[in-house]
């Protein structure tokens, strides 16, 4: 449940930094904010971070439109996955596979 | 008489330099310089059975074979296997001449042969002493002096005998361009350019000033094909790339917000050049023509740097790698990130082949 809650703090941040307009926010102050929302959430607990993952989906359910799609989006354009399987090469080169055949 | 003296003598010397052969009165008649192999790659003399041979001034199997030229240059003959042979600058995969064993002893084979580097500790393999090079350097420095005459020598020509004008510029250009091939590469190519603007640009005033008008395009049409005589030779050198200077660009500064004490904040931080609270910038140009600034983390000389703990391949990110992607063009620098780790780096790369940019570099930097 708190995995929920915290998904949605984040995903209100992300949505705002993500669809700010250029004259509301310094574009490289989005990007360095992001950056550092990535390193805080590499760090959390591994068990956590796949509640947290799974959360984002649930979430993104709330709203619609482009909103809906940068909340699902959080774990793919964070490397979400990619932290939880850090040791697991199998796992990391499906992954890769994934994110070539999707751009 | 002095002029004439001199006259004659750079006649001579330039008829060597085109055919290897003394001038007519010698009397030892012993040829002091002719060596007709060249490395086709870059046109500078190899040894004897290296390389490709070129031109028929008299360098024969035969004349090989029976020695002729033994001992120029310090080349031991042919025959003469027991005198150990002075290194050449080593080249990976040089054709090199190979002598049979067995029954064909003797023979040579012009087959190339796959000759592997071979590196000598503590020995550099580009400044190696070699009697050719040296040889080739000496003769360099003094053919390019002769080019120098010889453009003076064509401008006062063109200018003071009408008559004889076509024949000395032929001549002078001619012995000009042989000698730019023969001084080492480099300062060739700018040689040849310098005289072909410093031709370019005297001949026609020089001849209008002499009033000859039919004579200077007579002239000017064969100091082209006097050089187009030597194109064949001239594309042995390397294309002379001229490398662009640009102004270093306009590094500005940015107000930085304050961040936690967390390790990503002092990794930024620690980029090369930067300061306490200010971000290195570019100006970046807007379509509606403002400009606004792109920020980097650092900069090192004329390359500005941009510190990434993380790698985020979002929208945000991508733009920011177009924006940080079009103004290192604008200002013609390049660009690079600093990763903390392999896995970022890799994640950098991929990013960078998404969006097509090839003007930043990524590195690995540890924190």
Do not use: C
């Not at chain 1, 959390?44 to 940068?70: C, N, P, Q, Y």
């Not at chain 2, 020995?123 to 453009?151: C, K, W």
């Not at chain 2, 620690?270 to 306490?276: N, R």
């Not at chain 2, 200010?278 to 390359?303: H, I, S």
């Amino acid at each position: 449940m708190i995995a929920i809650q915290v998904a949605s703090i984040i995903a209100s941040f992300v949505v705002f930094f993500e669809l700010a307009d250029d004259d509301v926010v310094d574009p490289d102050a989005v990007a360095k904010m992001m950056e550092e929302l990535a390193a805080e959430l590499e760090t959390l607990d591994k068990g956590f971070l796949r509640e947290l993952i799974d959360a984002f989906a649930i979430v993104a359910e709330e709203d619609s439109g482009k909103v809906k799609e940068v909340v699902r989006n959080i774990p793919y354009r964070f490397y979400l996955e990619e932290a939880l399987a850090a040791d697991d090469p199998v796992r990391l080169a499906e992954l890769e596979a994934i994110r070539d055949a999707r751009d | 008489m002095d002029e004439i003296q001199g006259q004659m003598g750079r006649r001579a010397f330039v008829g060597w330099l085109r055919t290897g052969r003394s001038p007519a009165g010698r009397i030892d008649r012993v040829e002091l310089k002719f060596n007709p192999w060249h490395d086709p790659d870059d046109g500078r003399f190899t040894f004897a059975g290296t390389g490709r041979r070129f031109g028929t001034g008299g360098a024969d199997p035969a004349d090989q074979i029976s020695g002729r030229a033994s001992g120029i240059f310090g080349r031991p003959s042919i025959g003469d296997r027991n005198r150990p042979r002075i290194p050449a600058t080593p080249k990976v995969q040089a054709p090199r001449a190979q002598q049979r064993v067995g029954n064909d002893a003797g023979v040579i084979d012009r087959r190339p042969a796959i000759v592997p580097l071979k590196v000598v500790p503590g020995l550099r393999l580009v400044n190696q002493s070699n009697p050719v090079t040296e040889f080739v350097g000496g003769a360099g420095r003094e053919l390019r002096d002769l080019a120098n005459e010889t453009v003076t020598g064509v401008r006062s020509a063109l200018t003071t005998n009408p008559v004889t004008t076509v024949r000395n510029a032929a001549l002078g250009i001619a012995g000009m361009i042989d000698a730019g091939i023969a001084a080492d590469d480099v300062p060739a190519r700018v040689q040849i350019s310098r005289a072909a603007d410093a031709l370019a640009n005297a001949s026609a005033r020089d001849i209008g000033r002499a009033g000859a008008y039919v004579v200077g395009n007579a002239a000017l049409t064969l100091a082209p094909g006097a050089a187009l005589s030597k194109v064949s030779a001239l594309r042995g050198l390397r294309k002379a790339r001229l490398r662009p200077t640009y102004d270093p660009p306009e590094i500005g500064w940015a107000k930085e917000t304050l961040d936690r004490d967390k390790p990503w904040a002092a990794y930024n931080d620690a980029a090369p050049g930067a300061q306490a609270g200010q971000a290195p910038t570019l100006k970046r140009k807007l379509p509606n023509g403002l400009e606004r600034a792109v920020k980097f983390d650092g900069v090192q000389g004329d390359y500005v740097i941009d510190r990434k703990w993380k790698i985020v391949d979002a929208p945000h990110a991508r733009a920011q790698l177009l924006r940080q992607s079009e103004v290192l063009r604008r200002h013609n620098v390049i660009g690079t990130w600093e990763v903390p780790d392999q896995k970022q780096r890799m994640k950098a790369l991929m990013l960078f082949k998404k969006m097509n940019v090839t003007n930043i570099k990524v590195r690995v930097v540890k924190p």
